[in-house]
């Protein structure tokens, strides 16, 4: 059974970081894409960062480009969100999402507020 659990949200001052993780079980072959997506109240859910576990390609949306960045863990089965210099407007639900063979899992969402 694939699973995805994030953590690492919180409450946190503009300028500041945060670390999100997402633990993955479950995928029985290692070529697939993974992610994090967010959603801001009255917002529609978009992209911010993904990369490739097949070839380490990644993916971040022009809004956190120089501020987040995203990276594996050394067994490729956690997925790190490093954020810094965080805005008041990145402040959303953080979801995790994988696919693949064309499948997409979602984890259940963290939340992270930036304060000014």
């Known amino acids: 059974e694939v699973q995805l659990v994030e953590s690492g949200g919180g409450l946190v001052q503009a300028g500041g970081s945060l670390r999100l993780s997402c633990k993955t079980s479950?995928?029985?072959?290692?070529?697939?894409?993974i992610g994090w997506f967010r959603q801001a109240p009255g917002k529609e859910r978009e992209g911010v960062s993904v990369i490739s576990d097949f070839d380490g390609t990644t993916y971040s949306a022009d809004s956190v480009k120089g501020r987040f960045t995203i990276s594996f863990d050394n067994a490729k089965t956690t997925v790190y969100l490093q954020m810094d210099s965080l805005k008041l407007e990145d402040t959303a639900v953080y979801y995790c999402?994988?696919?693949?063979?064309?499948?997409?899992?979602w984890g259940r969402g963290t939340q992270v507020t930036v304060s000014s």
């Open positions: 479950g995928f029985s072959f290692d070529d697939y894409y």
């Open positions: 999402k994988a696919t693949d063979l064309g499948i997409d899992y």
